[in-house]
């Protein structure tokens, strides 16, 4: 399936494929004010075997056939105190097990 990718100029790492260059009917109208200004980056032949790094080519290609329209997000922040707290819980874990 031949589809146009475009970049959110407002948010990072966001963006929204379409099945037909610069016809956004399919996306509404909310979705788009927020986007804001759709940039062309890429007109993509995407196919089963696509890879995406944040995406599945399956839910890509089902979301544009049924919607007219698919929506990257960019993917949640790392929490990196939370990570911090879980690593010092497994070390004295460690520390009480020797």
């Not at 509404?28 to 075997?49: E, W």
């Amino acid at each position: 399936m031949l589809c146009a990718v475009y970049k959110s100029i407002r948010k990072s790492q966001t963006y929204l494929f379409v099945a037909k260059r610069d016809d956004f009917s399919p996306v509404p109208d909310p979705l788009l004010a927020q986007f804001g200004p759709p940039q062309l980056i890429s007109i993509l032949n995407i196919n089963l075997q696509t890879k995406f790094a944040l995406a599945e080519a399956e839910k890509v290609l089902s979301a544009i056939a049924n919607n007219g329209y698919y929506l990257q997000l960019p993917p949640p922040p790392v929490d990196h105190l939370k990570e911090h707290k879980n690593w010092k819980k497994k070390q004295q874990a460690n520390k009480h097990e020797i």
